[in-house]
Every structure is written in C-alpha cells, then in structure tokens.
C-alpha cells in the first residue's frame, strides 16, 4: 500500500514535470523564432521521457504500415500515444497550412509536400524515407485478364484512377503518358484508397492503385505489375512541422520511420527503400 | 434585449456570417471572369442543375404519396416509417452513399439484377447521380410536404367524397391544389439539398468530369490544386443558395403561412 502510494506521489511528480516541459515548450515556439523553437526543444527531447500524443498526418497509401509504426512507438514510449490523420496528401498539405495542429506530415509525393515547405510550415528539409511503385489492381482470379498497362484501354472495362491532383493519379497519368496511351476512366477519384474500395466492392474492374495498396488488401483484388510503372515512381518525403504540439516526441517518430526497423516494415507492406 | 442574451446573439450571427464573408473577401475576384468560364466549370454547373433537379422530380413523383400515405393513412408502425423516412436526414451522407453501392452497385443486393437482367448499373453514371441526390434530398419534401397535409383540413377531402369523387380524384383535385404551397417549397429545399449533395454523390457516382462530377465534387478536388478555382466554384454555390432562400421567402413561405 505504501509502495503504491509512493509510486502515485512519484508518478504524480513526474506528471507536473512532464507538465512544466510541455509548458515550456509550448511557451517557446509561440514567443520565439522559429529556429530558436526548435533547438531548445530538441534538446528538452533528450532529457526528458517522451510524452503526450503525436499527431501524424500521413498519405492514404501509408494507412497500414504506419499504424503497425505507431503502436511500435507506444510500445517503445510508454505514456505517448500516436494518433494518425490519413488522407489524400494534397488534402492533408491543405489541412497543415490552414492551421491543423499536426506535428509530422508524410506525402505521397515531393509535389504535395512542397504546399507545405513553400508557406514554410515545415520546420527543415523534408527527407525521402521510401518510394511506392504503382501497380493494378484486378477483380480477384484476374476475370478479365489484363496483363498491361495497355489492356486497360479496352473498352467495355470499368478503370478507376485517382484524380490527378493526388500523387497516384499524377503517377498513373505520368506512366500513361510515358507509354502514350490513352485511358478514360469511369471516375477520378479522390484518394487511393477509395479507388482501391471500388474494385475491392466490384463495381470497378481494375484501378490504378500503389504496390503497398494491392499487398494490404490481401486477396480481395490481384495485382498485375507493369513496366511502365518504373517510370512513375513517388518519392515519399516526411517532415516535422513549424508548429508541431510536440516536437520532441514527433522527431523520434520521424526517426523510428527511417530506422532500420521501421524500414523493415515499410518494405514488407511493398515499399521500395529510397 | 437584456444583454446576456443580446451578447451570444450576436456571436453566433457572426459565427454564422463570417465564413461566408470571408468567401467574398479572398475571392479572386479580378480573375473571376476566366475561372468562371471555363468548360470544367460550366459541365459542373450544368450537371448540378439537370441532376438536382432530375432528383427533385424524382422525390416528387415518390415523395408526395409517401407523405399522403403517412399524413392520411392509419397502419401499424407508422410513426416507425415515419422514423425511417427521416434517417437519410440525420444519416451522414457518406453512409448513405456506402448504403447505395451495397444495395444497387453492379454487385449489390439489387444492383446485380439490374446489371444481370437488364443490363443496369449506376455507380459512375449520371444516374446515378440522380439516385444519390435524390436518396439525401427526398425526405426534406417528404417531411414537407406531409406537415402542409397533417395542417390541411381533412374534411374537404371527406366533402369531395360525399359529392362522388373517388378518393384518387379528391386527391388530385381537392387535396393537391389545397397543399400546392408545401409541395412547392418541400420541392424548392430538395432540390437546394440535391445541388449541395457531396458525400453520397462523390462515393456511389464517382468522380467523371461532365458526367458524375457536380459542383462540390469540382469544388473538393479543385481545392486540393487550384484553391482560387475552388473559391470560385464556392461564390457560385452561395448565390444559387441566396437566390433560392429568396425565392422561398417571397413566393412560398409566407405564402403558406
């Protein structure tokens, strides 16, 4: 009994540290400068436990291999909790610069992350921690047995690609230009994933859709890769934002998903290293 | 007014106002001209128009029975379809387009017979557009329409009877007439709801410029690479909207008062 009183004392104490610091660093990257932010709390990274939520805002395609991340991190972290916000990155660019409180973007591609860099709400320089390679995505047994890029052009086969203001739908423009063909789908879609949704409920045919995207499903579509693909691949950069709540714990997220460990799971989810 | 209440009031009126406003102060106005002419946007524009009101007629043809047959009629559960009625009101419109491709996608409950016996599927078609606006919208009418028959006289209808009318022809000619008023803004606020329709539209009908893609959808996906387009698009939107709340106002609202 009196153990556990102690430990509630303790723990009780090191929650108004924690308190303190969260203060602190809220205090200074709302009165100083930018640069001046976020070295002091880097370095209250390293003396102080990591605390508090991370909120990540990530492109769709990186649904399932960053939430394995981030239960990871909590596993790692104990008291931190990794929340994820994950969308069309043009969409999710547009959040961050209309204010959202996030501390960590990852884009599907260097184009989108540059909404962000270009109103400097980004604190450094973006890094590329994987690529994704497109791929398409069949009705499971292949029915209609497309084996190219090409053979989506037949008529009477319902195609879904993203919108080209997305990052996979300016791939898959891009490799469709590379090998000048020309695709009309039934529907732009808004993100990856629901154009993945349309062929997983067979209302669609096939999609343009990511590797990683084909791999989550599992076998509710077959995959058909193309070579074209290699001419459109997406580079995904991630960074920490100006303005992030919680600096400290954001750039151990940011280097857990550059590990060799995080890696390991990105790569298993059909990511290509960078 | 006694200021603890004055105070709140008006906050909330700005907080109502402000976006709007704000939509007329960034609005690119000098560039206005081009981003409005353009063929993407006319193609949206005219799709809003033909599918709200292609949903609109479509919520007339079976919205005003079904708020006869819960105004006039007495069975079991009624106040149960009632309740069912009015869920695509409350229902977030997202569901509501998940609910519409389970049940009449190309491999829906019903929507497989469709493709399978007739060859009809209507994800990714205009008509499809029209069933999804017409899903969201038609309730408003039929909510409508049915108070304007629940506050209407029953006992014109019993008169119109009594003088040998069949009960079909007291409703078309006694009954129709007395509620033209609430039909006619129950119509007015479908079709406001149709134009306006985003969630269901975008996941049951897709995304097909100049054919599935209505002015939110434009407006959505313009924001996501030219946010000057999207502010444009929206102007468009809020005058339509003002134009109709006005057009309520003057002819039907306090008309049926």
């Known amino acids: 009994m009196t153990r556990s009183a102690r430990r509630t004392r303790r723990t009780g104490r090191m929650l108004q540290v924690a308190g303190v610091g969260a203060a602190a660093v809220l205090a200074l990257s709302a009165c100083s400068s930018d640069s001046d932010s976020s070295t002091k709390s880097g370095s209250t990274a390293k003396s102080d436990k990591l605390s508090g939520t991370v909120t990540v805002f990530a492109a769709a395609s990186l649904k399932e291999s960053f939430t394995t991340l981030g239960k990871d991190f909590e596993k790692a972290h104990p008291g931190t909790k990794v929340t994820f916000n994950f969308g069309g990155s043009d969409t999710l660019a547009a959040g961050i610069t209309g204010g959202a409180p996030a501390d960590v973007f990852a884009a599907a591609s260097p184009k989108t992350m540059a909404i962000v860099t270009d109103k400097s709400d980004a604190a450094g320089t973006p890094a590329t921690f994987v690529r994704n390679q497109l791929e398409i995505a069949t009705l499971p047994g ?7 890029l090409e053979d989506l052009t037949k008529s009477g086969l319902k195609v879904v690609l993203c919108d080209r203001t997305v990052p996979c739908g300016a791939a898959a423009q891009k490799a469709l230009d590379a090998s000048s063909l020309k695709l009309t789908p039934v529907s732009y879609e808004q993100d990856v994933k629901s154009a993945l949704t349309k062929v997983e409920l067979k209302e669609a045919d096939a999609a343009v859709v990511y590797r990683t995207d084909v791999n989550a499903a599992g076998d509710k579509v077959e995959g058909v890769e193309f070579p074209e693909s290699a001419k459109a691949i997406n580079d995904y950069p991630i960074v920490l934002l100006k303005d992030a709540p919680n600096a400290a714990a954001a750039k151990e997220f940011i280097a857990l998903v550059r590990s060799p460990e995080g890696q390991k799971v990105l790569t298993s989810a059909g990511f290509l290293q960078p | 007014m006694p200021l603890p209440l004055l105070l709140p009031a008006l906050v909330g009126l700005a907080f109502l106002l402000l976006p709007l406003l704000a939509l007329l102060v960034r609005a690119p106005w000098r560039g206005l001209p081009n981003l ?24 007339l043809v079976l919205g005003v029975p079904l708020a006869w047959l819960l105004a006039r009629t007495d069975f079991p559960g009624r106040g149960f379809v009632r309740a069912l009625v009015t869920l695509p009101l409350v ?52 909510i ?38 609430g039909i006619a803004a129950g119509a007015v606020l479908a079709w406001a709801r149709a134009l306006g329709e985003f969630g269901a539209t975008i996941t049951f009908a897709g995304n097909f410029p100049g054919r599935t893609q ?22 468009v939107l809020l005058v339509v909207s003002i134009a109709v709340l006005a057009g309520l106002r003057d002819r039907w609202m306090t008309g049926a008062s």
Not at chain 2, 36 to 59: D, E, H, I, K, R
């Open chain 1, 142 to 148: 292949n029915p209609d047995k497309v084996a190219s």
């Open chain 2, 36 to 59: 409005l002419t353009s063929t993407a946007v006319w193609q949206a524009l005219q799709l809003s128009l033909v599918c709200a009101t292609a949903a609109t007629g479509v919520s």
């Open chain 2, 91 to 142: 229902l977030p419109p997202v569901v509501g387009g998940v609910a519409l491709l389970l049940a009449l996608g190309r491999n829906g409950v019903v929507g497989q017979w469709l493709d399978a016996w007739f060859g009809i599927t209507l994800p990714f078609t205009t008509a499809g557009v029209v069933v999804a606006e017409a899903f969201v919208a038609m309730p408003f009418l039929v």
């Open chain 2, 144 to 181: 409508s329409v049915e108070g304007t028959l629940r506050a209407a006289d029953p006992r014109y209808e019993e008169a119109a009877a009594t003088l040998g009318a069949s009960r079909f022809t007291a409703f078309r000619r006694v009954t129709l007439p007395l509620i033209a008023p």
């Open chain 2, 214 to 235: 209505t002015m939110p959808l434009a407006v959505y996906l313009a924001l996501q690479s030219d946010p000057d387009a999207a502010i444009a698009l929206s102007l």
